[in-house]
């Protein structure tokens, strides 16, 4: 049995699933179709717009795509001592192809750290 816990900010604010399957997941469609079927705001976003990641034995955030397969994070997921189970940790963030909006809201986002980053450097801290 594996447990996924899953973190994903969709559509917003940070939250946190956990999904326990005995499903056989052997490629990054069976993960996201395991995923899907619990996480009802996943439904509808292309998997193209989704970065999905796991962290490995050396704590590398590993990028699963599309036609991958799944055994290496399987190999990755830690054995929950007392129990059954695997645990796997995997971190979703929607990627939304870029539009004229999109990108001047991520440039407004951007620019007052970008400053305030500039301010603290000319100040020394």
């Known amino acids: 049995m594996l447990q996924l816990k899953v973190f994903y900010n969709i559509p917003q604010d940070d939250r946190c699933e956990v999904i326990f399957t005995e ?9 996201m179709q395991v995923i899907r079927a619990k996480i009802q705001s ?11 990641q796991y962290t490995d034995d050396e704590n590398t955030m590993i990028t699963l795509r599309a036609n991958d397969s799944f055994l290496d994070a399987w190999r990755c997921a830690s054995n929950v001592p007392g129990t ?42």
């Open 23 to 31: 499903q056989a997941i052997e490629t990054f469609e069976d993960l």
């Open 42 to 52: 996943l439904e509808f976003i292309p998997d193209a717009e989704l970065r999905v």
């Open 84 to 125: 059954a189970f695997r645990r796997l940790k995997i971190n979703i963030t929607w990627q939304p192809k870029s539009t004229p909006e999109l990108i001047s809201a991520k440039r407004q986002e951007i620019l007052p750290k970008q400053v305030d980053r500039e301010f603290k450097d000319k100040r020394g801290g």
